[in-house]
């Protein structure tokens, strides 16, 4: 719902401002996969994502759907392991996770399996 969205955006923001945020892409287009792999790109840095982290619901097992399923309520925020617990609370009880960890060495990878992008 759109209040649903208007809530996340609001909180996302309130977290932005508090500068618990390094980095945020939303998942609109190209979904999480996309993202990921934009942000790596842009920083020149790696990134690991676990899929079994990433909230969703029940029903949706596929790694593609997890990775490529688009939404404009859905963002990838990359926040300092430091400030991990500010930023859950400046969300205000949004459905957030830790899904993963930047890394140093320009790869993108899900589930630690396959490298899908290397950043140049």
Avoid: W, Y
């Amino acid at each position: 719902p759109a209040a649903d969205g208007l809530r996340i955006v609001r909180a996302l923001h309130r977290a932005m401002r508090e500068g618990l945020v390094r980095a945020c892409h939303d998942l609109s287009e190209g979904g999480l996969g996309v993202a990921a792999a934009e942000m790596a790109r842009a920083g020149r840095l790696g990134l690991r994502l676990d899929l079994a982290r990433v909230p969703r619901d029940d029903d949706v097992t596929r790694a593609d759907t997890i990775l490529f399923s688009e939404s404009n309520g859905r963002f990838l925020a990359e926040v300092r392991p430091a400030d991990a617990a500010a930023f859950e609370t400046a969300l205000g009880g949004c459905v957030c996770a830790e899904v993963g960890e930047v890394t140093g060495d320009g790869a993108v990878s899900f589930d630690g399996e396959q490298e899908l992008l290397k950043a140049l």
